[in-house]
């Protein structure tokens, strides 16, 4: 049977769809991961070890993860349950959530947060929404740049993910909240 173009991209659109939804459940167990799908299992028949390379790039993921949640729990704890970092808040647990799935999955122990009680003040909220959208920019660069470190799809689906989030909600997200912030402080600061 010959299947068209469309109907392959559908299948795999579909596919992604219902990755990327059960991958990102706050869940850790591996029996209940989506990640239990994915066979890790080469055509020897032995599990496939991770390279010291994509060790390294998992680790970096889940400590800038690790960071970004940690100030923006900082930012609410000093100003308060402000948007949107309560909300990007909660989407880091589910990053550091999925990054940790990928380390049980390989057997690897997941490093504890370093950057609690280590996160940086900000004299304000407009301080702490320019330090965000930098932050969210580096995150997106260290996604782009550990990607080549891997070709195994359940890492790099879920470093794309990663990514598009920073890139595609998380950035916006802050550079609306920086320029709110500036109309606020131009209107109030006089």
């Given at each position: 049977?010959?299947?068209?173009?469309?109907?392959?991209?559908?299948?795999?659109?579909?596919?992604?769809?219902?990755?990327?939804?059960?991958?990102?459940?706050?869940?850790?167990?591996?029996?209940?991961?989506?990640?239990?799908?994915?066979?890790?299992?080469?055509?020897?028949?032995?599990?496939?070890?991770?390279?010291?390379?994509?060790?390294?790039?998992?680790?970096?993921?889940?400590?800038?993860?690790?960071?970004?949640?940690?100030?923006?729990?900082?930012?609410?704890?000093?100003?308060?349950?402000?948007?949107?970092?309560?909300?990007?808040?909660?989407?880091?647990?589910?990053?550091?959530?999925?990054?940790?799935?990928?380390?049980?999955?390989?057997?690897?122990?997941?490093?504890?947060?370093?950057?609690?009680?280590?996160?940086?003040?900000?004299d304000g909220l407009q301080?702490?929404?320019?330090?965000?959208?930098?932050?969210?920019?580096?995150?997106?660069?260290?996604?782009?740049?550990?990607?080549?470190?891997?070709?195994?799809?359940?890492?790099?689906?879920?470093?794309?993910?990663?990514?598009?989030?920073?890139?595609?909600?998380?950035?916006?997200?802050?550079?609306?909240?920086?320029?709110?912030?500036q109309r606020r402080c131009a209107r109030d600061?006089?």
């Amino acid at each position: 049977m010959r299947v068209s173009v469309g109907q392959h991209c559908f299948e795999m659109i579909s596919e992604t769809a219902w990755f990327v939804t059960n991958c990102f459940r706050s869940s850790t167990n591996v029996e209940e991961s989506a990640y239990s799908q994915i066979p890790l299992v080469s055509d020897n028949g032995f599990m496939s070890e991770l390279s010291e390379l994509e060790i390294g790039a998992l680790n970096e993921a889940l400590d800038d993860e690790h960071k970004a949640w940690a100030t923006y729990d900082q930012v609410i704890e000093d100003f308060g349950p402000v948007r949107p970092f309560i909300n990007i808040r909660e989407s880091e647990s589910r990053h550091i959530n999925a990054l940790a799935n990928i380390y049980d999955r390989y057997g690897l122990t997941v490093p504890a947060n370093p950057w609690v009680n280590d996160a940086p003040h900000y004299d304000g909220l407009q301080a702490a929404c320019e330090a965000a959208v930098q932050a969210e920019i580096e995150n997106i660069e260290i996604y782009k740049r550990i990607m080549r470190a891997t070709e195994r799809a359940d890492i790099l689906i879920v470093f794309r993910n990663l990514r598009d989030a920073s890139q595609q909600r998380h950035l916006p997200a802050f550079r609306q909240c920086l320029s709110r912030d500036q109309r606020r402080c131009a209107r109030d600061c006089r």
